[in-house]
Nanobody
């Protein structure tokens, strides 16, 4: 099982980035997907979530209206489009897959760094 994030980098405030995560080793379309982030010295927080079919998404209040999560089950890919970035969005962003099989199971990527700075 593998989740690999890409697309992070350095961007100026007000700029945009698109994160991608490619999944392998499990039936991607059966799993809900999430993006988490963890800033320096902060706890990991849930940023965005999407159901296994892609029919429902949810966002942290801090990113609503600026971030959009989507998925392509044919390509085993999930995306996070981030617009109007702020310095407080600086963090390592992690891709997560989870599913309930009588207990919760989860897979994690290694993360991609996003830095918003002028």
């Amino acid at each position: 099982v593998q989740l690999v994030e890409s697309g992070g980098g350095l961007v100026q405030p007000g700029g945009s980035l698109r994160l991608s995560c490619v999944a392998s080793g499990f039936t991607f379309s059966d799993w809900d997907m999430n993006w988490y982030r963890q800033g320096l010295g902060a706890e990991r927080e849930l940023v965005a979530a999407i159901t296994h079919s892609g029919s429902y998404t949810d966002y942290a209040d801090s990113v609503k209206g600026r971030f959009t999560m989507s998925r392509d089950n044919a390509k085993n890919m999930v995306y996070l489009q981030m617009n109007s970035l702020k310095p407080e969005d600086t963090a390592v962003y992690y891709c997560n897959a989870n599913r309930y099989f009588g207990a919760w199971y989860a897979h994690w990527g290694h993360g991609t760094q996003v830095t918003v700075s002028s």
